[in-house]
């Protein structure tokens, strides 16, 4: 009689766990739908393409972004045994080798990304057909991968909805507030037209396949959850949180950077000459009207943000891993400058989100205790403090470079000093205790 009980028992708790298993995804499946029919209707009510058209551009030869389209396939075969994730990743190169003739045949527009699109929702077709913990985790990481998707598609309709919102944008504020750090935009710019097209063309690389490099740090960290469990924090978590709070910034403070305010691409609204000639006011800065092509899409530098946290998930891989973390973060820090799309100031507000984000997410095992507290209060302090500082204090951090540059970059150091203190310095060593960090917590693997 008790093997029984305990035999139902153990049914139940399964059959439990399997109900979970197919409600989860299906919740998601909803909400994503919900949140996409959302943005296609307010794109639809103001003449653009939205996420759904945008997808299904993606179905039908016609994709927008290669490297998304990829890197979701990529997470998503994560979680998938070796076999499954050979046969999706050849079915898809011969897809978009197929498509590509396609399009050439027609005289259509060149363009690779309907593979991946088309294998990845096969691949979730097949998988809802598994059962037991096979089925649970490869749906965890097609999740994954469909929310990366699904987030390019979003992001691309928000920086529409920062235009609306923002007809006039703030870059003279923080132009101004730049000169305390040197304004780096115009210092690397002229070093970049100096230097010529090749390592002009190597940042270009680098600036627009940050996806591809997070995927690679992302498969390092979870190249294991096929045969054994989920890493508590990885990535993905970061990158997918920074792209919900890091955009609500662009409606809050528009800004489209020195390219477009002081240089070539203002459609004849700028008003300057990016890089070659510094800009002098001679009068306070004033909020400027600018065109409704431009997206404000400056403050904070999410590029700045996720490079960031890619270096700092890929602190506790190999040494490849390592500098090429280093490698990324260097190399979007100089192209976001050079190619005039960021000011310094969206650089330093980067980072500190980038921190402030991740100090929320990291080690959940420590739960949210005194020093988790206070390094998340502490960031969004300073990044609080920062955005005030250039809105209202432009004039006087360009009056005092010396003293307001000191005050910014010591914020920043301040809040990369106590997040290293925090999460990564030494169980047992003085820095560790004065930082929350205990010899019991021991190494989190990201």
Not at 259 to 271: C, K
Request: aromatic residues 10%; proline residues 6%; hydrophobic residues 50%.
């Amino acid at each position: 009689m008790l093997v029984d009980d305990k035999t139902n028992v153990s049914g139940s708790v399964l059959s439990g766990r399997e109900t979970r298993s197919r409600l989860v995804p299906a919740a998601g499946l909803c909400v994503a739908v919900l949140l996409l029919a959302i943005a296609q209707a307010w794109a639809s009510a103001h003449g653009v393409m939205g996420p759904l058209r945008s997808l299904i551009d993606d179905y039908f030869a016609n994709p927008q972004s290669a490297a998304v389209s990829w890197a979701g396939l990529g997470l998503a075969c994560i979680g998938v045994p070796a076999r499954t994730r050979v046969i999706a990743l050849v079915a898809a190169g011969v897809l978009d080798l197929l498509t590509l003739g396609l399009q050439m045949a027609c005289g259509w527009h060149v363009s690779i990304g309907t593979g991946p699109t088309l294998a990845l929702t096969a691949l979730t077709m097949v998988v809802l057909r598994w059962e037991g913990e096979r089925r649970r985790t490869a749906l965890q990481a097609i999740a994954f991968g469909v929310l990366l998707v699904m987030a390019s598609k979003l992001a691309d309709t928000w920086l529409m909805v920062s235009i609306v919102a923002g007809s006039r944008v703030l870059d003279q504020y923080v132009q101004l507030a730049d000169r305390a750090l040197g304004e780096p935009a115009w210092v690397v710019g002229r070093l970049l037209d100096t230097l010529g097209p090749i390592p002009s063309h190597v940042l270009h690389v680098v600036y627009i396949q940050l996806p591809v490099a997070a995927v690679v740090v992302a498969v390092w960290q979870l190249r294991h959850v096929s045969t054994s469990s989920w890493p508590r924090h990885h990535l993905v978590r970061t990158f997918l949180l920074l792209g919900v709070i890091g955009p609500l910034g662009y409606v809050l403070f528009p800004v489209v950077g020195p390219v477009f305010a002081y240089g070539p691409l203002g459609h004849g609204l700028e008003i300057g000459d990016w890089p070659q000639v510094w800009p002098a006011f001679t009068t306070d800065p004033q909020p400027m009207l600018f065109d409704s092509e431009t997206a404000r899409n400056c403050m904070p530098s999410m590029h700045t943000a996720w490079a960031t946290a890619l270096f700092i998930h890929s602190r506790r891989g190999p040494r490849w891993l390592r500098w090429s973390g280093t490698f990324w973060l260097v190399c979007t820090l100089l192209a976001t400058l050079g190619f005039g799309y960021h000011y310094g100031s969206d650089l330093v507000a980067g980072a500190v989100l980038c921190m402030t984000v991740e100090s929320a997410l990291r080690d959940p095992e420590r739960g949210w205790q005194h020093p988790r507290v206070r390094m998340v209060s502490l960031g969004a302090a300073v990044l609080a403090g920062l955005l005030l500082a250039y809105r209202f204090l432009a004039n006087t951090m360009a009056a005092y470079p010396v003293v307001a540059g000191a005050v910014v970059l010591g914020s920043l150091a301040a809040v990369a000093f106590l997040f290293y203190a925090t999460w990564f310095a030494r169980p047992g060593s003085r820095l560790a205790h004065w930082g929350g960090r205990t010899p019991v917590d021991g190494f989190a693997v990201d």
